[in-house]
């Protein structure tokens, strides 16, 4: 599953086709990149902060600023994942050397999607850029197959305050299955908020008790085998 979020960007920077195989430095920064994001959905920002420093030290060696901006970039997008919009500030301190995609995909992330040319964003999103109505967005959210892919969607909809509330539903689902703990205890404040603001006691009661048990931290009690 992880080499299937990545293979987008692991192709992008280290050229899947090419022969011979990429050097080293490529290999170590997509590496690094992914244990990066993993390491946020799962709620250890330290860890996520630390990988993404050493992918951008294994990219200083080729002096690609473009390359470090599209690894900013691609972190982040587990922020917008987890309903996470502060400002991608990583991103922001080397965009005026970003190329075309990068800059697409950083407007993407935004919600800045007027004028916005979809063939510069990964595949998946382009049902969703050139959606006409709401409806038809949430559709395609939902059609999206990888599930990182399918949450940042959700996450950008959110913030662009479109979403339905399959979606929602879709989202806790997504990052439940995956037990990415950031975005899914995002995800169900998000849907015990509205269970509440909708007076529906027993659905806020119930998100309230998975934002429980997501937050605790779980300790083995089997006795050890005698």
């Excluded at 080499?3 to 992008?12: D, K, N, S, V, Y």
């Excluded at 404040?189 to 509205?194: D, I, L």
């Amino acid at each position: 599953m992880q080499g299937a979020r990545w293979i987008a960007f692991g192709c992008l920077l280290t050229a899947c086709s090419s022969t011979p195989p990429p050097p080293d430095w490529k290999l170590n920064a997509v590496s690094q990149i992914e244990h990066a994001q993993t390491q946020w959905l799962e709620g250890d920002s330290k860890s996520a902060d630390l990988a993404l420093s050493k992918a951008r030290a294994e990219i200083a060696r080729s002096g690609r600023v473009d390359l470090v901006a599209r690894a900013q970039l691609a972190v982040c997008a587990t922020h917008v994942a987890s309903l996470d919009f502060s400002p991608c500030d990583g991103y922001q301190r080397v965009a005026v050397d970003a190329a075309a995609p990068e800059v697409a995909y950083s407007r993407f992330l935004a919600g800045d999607w007027a004028g916005l040319d979809a063939r510069l964003l990964p595949a998946h999103y382009a049902a969703l850029v050139g959606s006409k109505d709401d409806t038809a967005a949430n559709r395609a959210v939902a059609d999206i197959t990888q599930p990182l892919p399918r949450l940042i969607a959700a996450g950008v909809l959110f913030r662009q305050t479109r979403s339905q509330p399959a979606t929602f539903a879709l989202a806790v689902d997504t990052a439940s299955q995956q037990g990415w703990r950031r975005p899914l205890l995002a995800w169900l404040e998000v849907e015990r908020q509205r269970a509440l603001a909708a007076g529906d006691q027993d659905a806020a009661a119930r998100a309230a008790r998975r934002i429980e048990l997501a937050r605790t931290p779980q300790t083995a009690t089997a006795a050890e085998p005698r």
